[in-house]
C-alpha cells in the first residue's frame, strides 16, 4: 500500500505555480517497507491526481482539499484523509510527529 502525506496546508485550485514537498510512503503487512519524499510543482489539481496515479498511491493524507477534488480524487481510486486521521495509523504517527509533534 503506497501512502502520501502532504504535510503543508494545500488549497489545490491556488496552489499552482508552487512546489510542495510530498512525503511517500510503502507499507505491508504493517510495516514500512520504503520511505521517500518528493517535491512536487502544483501545476492544478488534475495534474496532481495523474502524479499521485503514476506513482500507485491509493491513500493520501491532506488538509485543505475542498469536497469536487476529493470526490475526484476518490473517483479515480485514492483514499483522502485528513491529516488529524494519522493518528489511526500509529506506524506513520509514531514516525511523522516522533519529536512530540501533532498533525
Known sequence: MRFAIFLDNINLE???GNAKRV???DLFDDLIVAAGNE???MRNAN????????RKVICIYIDGLDESLRMLYTQAGIE???????K???L???ILFAEGGSP
Open 88 to 90: 489511526d495509523n500509529p
Open 47 to 54: 495534474y496532481v491526481l495523474l502524479w499521485l496515479l503514476s
Open 39 to 41: 517535491l512536487l510543482f
Open 80 to 86: 483522502v484523509k485528513t491529516l488529524s486521521e494519522i
Open 14 to 16: 491556488h496552489a499552482a
Open 92 to 94: 506513520l504517527e509514531a
Open 23 to 25: 512525503y511517500l510512503f
